[in-house]
């Protein structure tokens, strides 16, 4: 059961981005499993180009123990990239986690099952994969799994940034995912084209995800951390609320007649931070923490001069046998961002 650490320090750069001099050149959004196969952890993450990537844990941290050393292993590797149409490119890869146990990826009737985000005619959605290894490879499952909206829904542009966990009591998954809106939304005065997270479920014997809505929308009062845009979840068991569940926001509304820069669906900056609920079942009565991790001016000059700053995106927790905690998460500039690690004490 998991409660958020009063104070973490940071453990610096953990996967340098490729430098391949894109204008995207971005390693972070990690996803890590428990790997028995290799009796070791696991990676996978949005590594661009090509939009994906995997490493394994390799080793401990000379200060912490902690396992904190990575070996990038390149791109996923698929039986059926055909299943994806030229230029849909795959990108912000999740393995799903057992619902109870964070960390250890389900393994649902034999097989472990991977969601990712491709790209198709401008609209992002999520498309699903499986496999008998967590090294792969994997094989595409037909068609998206949770499709953008209608045009005036809140995610009728984008479905993006997924995750998700499976409910073995239930057999059921569920999967929560970042919903970018096509039209204004006339109900959020304060943010009407800020990102929301919503959340759909699927029975692990058949049939099509369902959408269930909207669960943490930007949060109304102005200047909150999360009262511009919602991005990435990770949901855990709680100790002092029943779920936990970490994720980066911004308290930034986007103005999308204004800017057409990278940022212009995400301005500055993105945040890390918490948020809760007490439903028996993860997909209502959820709630911001008042405060993030930190803010952006609290990014000691140190960790800047390593290269973080400007945002602080998707943030992943490592929960360990031993208690402690591990928060990775990337920061950098637009296009530049890089992986980094907090241990919770």
């Known amino acids: 059961m998991f409660t958020p650490a009063t104070h973490w320090r940071r453990l610096g750069l953990v996967l340098s981005r490729p430098h391949s001099g894109t204008h995207n050149d971005v390693a972070g959004d990690p996803s890590i499993v428990w790997d028995p196969e290799i009796n070791n952890w696991r990676m996978v993450l949005f590594y661009s180009p090509p939009g994906h990537g995997q490493a394994v844990c390799t080793g401990q941290h000379p200060v912490t123990g902690l396992p904190d050393q990575w070996r ?25 986690t057992d619902a109870y146990r964070p960390n250890i990826a389900a393994n649902v009737d034999g097989k472990y099952w991977l969601l990712c985000v491709p790209f198709r005619r401008g609209h992002k959605f999520v498309q699903r994969a499986w496999s008998v290894s967590l090294a792969g490879p994997w094989t595409w499952e037909e068609g998206a799994l949770i499709p953008p909206g209608a045009e005036q829904d809140w995610d009728g542009k984008h479905t993006d940034a997924v995750s998700g966990i499976y409910f073995p009591d239930r057999r059921e998954f569920v999967y929560f995912y970042m919903g970018y ?29 369902r959408k269930l809505g909207i669960i943490l929308p930007p949060a109304a009062q102005p200047g909150h951390w999360a009262g ?12 002092d609320h029943r779920w936990i569940a970490l994720a980066n926001a911004s308290p930034t509304p986007p103005q999308l007649d204004s800017d057409r820069s990278i940022s212009r669906e995400e301005p500055p900056p993105s945040l890390g931070g918490f ?8 997909t209502s009565g959820w709630h911001w923490f008042d405060q993030p991790l930190e803010w952006i001016e609290q990014v000691p000059a140190d960790a800047i001069a390593n290269g973080e700053g400007v945002n602080l ?33």
């Open 228 to 239: 511009g845009y919602v991005g990435g979840l990770q949901v855990l068991p709680g100790k």
């Open 275 to 282: 948020a809760w609920t007490d439903a028996e079942y993860p």
């Open 181 to 209: 809106p096509q039209v204004a939304q006339a109900n959020r005065p304060h943010s009407p084209w800020g990102s929301a997270q919503g959340v759909a479920v699927q029975s692990a014997d058949g049939g099509p995800a």
């Open 72 to 96: 990038f292993d390149g791109p996923l590797q698929f039986t059926n990239p055909a299943a994806l149409s030229p230029g849909e490119h795959p990108h912000k890869p999740y393995i799903v």
């Open 313 to 345: 995106w998707r943030h992943h927790l490592l929960q360990l046998q031993d208690g402690r905690n591990l928060i990775y998460y990337n920061s950098g500039s637009y296009g530049q961002e890089q992986l980094f690690a907090k241990l919770g004490e």
